[in-house]
């Protein structure tokens, strides 16, 4: 890997910084999010994973299903938000449960504690106690278990990657060895060596050379079950766009089949674009969901 100055990497990953418009876009995040919550009042679901402040997530039944559509169990999406592990909720990101319902789906939002309060390695845990509980408790709202799907933006893209890789069984006996059926990396983040050497981020992470390496889905063994398909702005820095076509690289086309560069977007616009039915990203989590069979 090159070496590069501190500077430099803060520049390729301050998003707020290379996205002039980027409190525009958290604004519209936060206001959206607050409607979606109030037309979700009577159906929405809150539940607690864990004990730990934020251990805790908002289910979206699909609650518009036709009389035959209700007599099956709906796949389910579970969104896992960005904010590079310190900042943001689930409440930030309510916005993209509508969009997830229109396509059939059981919308799950996460939450989990943030840096510094909690490590990387404590979030991703508690990402894995999360997924378990949704395998466990999700039919009880309509979700079906065996056709669970991830989505995560940023960091979220991170854990999402490293969740493809969880070891279930060894967390729990009962869980399935293929309890995520495939994972949407937007923007994500793939290997956090870059992100130790980013000042205004690790004061935060607490990021060591070993935490880091052992954090990085790219230097982990392609998962055995499942695959993961990655997109990236086109306008966003060269970083992201390498972080992306990495996972691909090191992983293979095979469990990577999409690493895909869409033009005209940043780090932003690419989430809302899941609010646009014909936008290459809804596309591929349209893919996703139609490829997990009802069993």
Not at 101 to 114: E, H, R, S, T
Not at 149 to 176: C, D, E, I, Q, Y
Request: hydrophobic residues 40%.
């Amino acid at each position: 890997m090159n070496k590069h100055s501190p500077e430099w990497y803060n520049g390729m990953y301050n998003n707020r910084e290379l996205v002039p418009q980027a409190g525009a876009h958290i604004e519209f995040w936060q206001q959206r999010s607050q409607e979606v919550l109030r037309e979700t009042s009577n159906s929405r679901v809150q539940a607690f994973f864990g004990d730990g402040q934020f251990e805790n997530l908002d289910i979206y039944p699909v609650v518009n299903a036709s009389k035959h559509e209700k007599t099956q169990l709906a796949p389910v999406v579970v969104f896992i938000h960005g904010g590079y592990w310190r900042s943001l909720y689930k409440e930030d990101h309510a916005f993209l449960a509508p969009a997830i319902n229109q396509l059939g789906a059981c919308a799950v939002v996460l939450n989990y504690d943030l840096c510094p309060q909690v490590s990387v390695e404590q979030i991703t845990m508690q990402m894995v106690k999360a997924l378990a509980w949704v395998w466990a408790h999700i039919g009880e709202y309509g979700g079906d278990p065996t056709r669970i799907h991830l989505v995560g933006h940023s960091a979220g893209g991170h854990l999402t990657a490293l969740l493809m890789n969880a070891r279930w069984k060894k967390f729990n006996k009962a869980l399935p060895k293929d309890l995520v059926k495939s994972g949407l990396s937007i923007s994500g983040l793939h290997e956090l060596e870059s992100i130790r050497k980013t000042p205004f981020l690790n004061v935060s992470l607490k990021l060591d050379e070993a935490s880091a390496v052992k954090l990085s889905p790219a230097w982990m063994p392609k998962p055995k079950r499942g695959q993961l398909y990655g997109v990236v702005g086109g306008l966003e820095s060269e970083e992201f766009i390498r972080q992306c076509l990495l996972i691909q690289t090191s992983w293979g086309k095979k469990a990577v089949p999409i690493a895909k560069v869409i033009e005209g977007l940043q780090h932003f616009s690419i989430l809302e674009s899941l609010l646009e039915p014909d936008s290459v990203v809804s596309k591929i989590l349209k893919k996703m969901i139609k490829k997990s069979k009802i069993k």
